[in-house]
């Protein structure tokens, strides 16, 4: 804007809303699929210049999809997460004998701790997801959002669309304490990973976040065989819960040559930062391969 530019309209190739990674080009598989996804990739720079955007920008793309973009002139841009990665655990406990002693013995402290003062913990899917349960949630869900994001978007008709159309999908875990509801964590459950989203609670807790979206979503991960947990965008403090940095991609087209330039100088920068800054984080993980002391 400074330079005299606009940054709007801009084209955006993504899930609204769902920072998970997945394809974002979609060709059937066959002999033509790369072919078709290289016509694509084309027609995205033809439709920026046809619509007279300033940009296109494709984010958590697989990493294939994200080279062949770059193969076209879009910038590569990097950051991270945090996945629990299942490594063939039995149980929880089977998972924390992998952590170094030191970490092991705080997470078991964190978990005692969540659920003291006679809070129960429940595993919600299917026919469990009544109206009832929907209305406690988004209780939970406005009251945190308006506190910590500051404009929670989701409605309450949504909760109750989604529970009609793929309640099997869905598993909500929830804290009950005194009979009632106290707080809540939805994922969604994939075909190998469950993708934690939202939480909320209306009385505070020590831990009770932790439990809910990091720790049971592992316990429930082990007993369904599933490859890994994706526990939503950021939060470093992940890593002391057994949680690993992994890269994502995103992929962007600017039509401006200057700000394009601009911009790709910055971005070399930046993946070289993540590289490092992911490299290190991983040498944090509380795993015993990582201990020093033992």
Known sequence: MR?????????????????????????????????????LADGLIALCRQRE???VHATFLPKGQWDLLA???????????????????????NFTAALASRKRKTLKRERRDALAGGITVHWLTGSDLTEDVWDAFFAFYMETGSRKWGNPYLTRSFFSLIGQSMAERILLVMAKRNGRWIAGAINFIGGDTLFGRNWGALEHHPFLHFELCYYQAIDYAIAHGLARVEAGAQGEHKIARGYRPTMTYSAHYIADPGLRRAV?????????????????????????KYDTEE
């Open 71 to 93: 193969a076209h002139g879009f910038m590569r841009r990097t950051d991270q997460q945090f996945h629990w990665i299942n490594e063939g655990y039995s149980s929880f406990d």
């Open 3 to 39: 330079a005299g530019g606009a940054y709007y309209p801009k084209l955006q190739v993504s899930v609204p809303f769902t920072p998970a990674t997945g394809p974002r080009l979609l060709a059937r598989p066959g002999k033509d699929a790369a072919a078709i996804l290289h016509t």
């Open 53 to 55: 955007a300033s940009s």
């Open 264 to 288: 790709a100088d910055y971005l070399t920068r930046e993946r070289d930062y993540i590289a490092a800054a992911t490299e290190e984080l991983a040498a944090a993980a509380p795993f015993r």
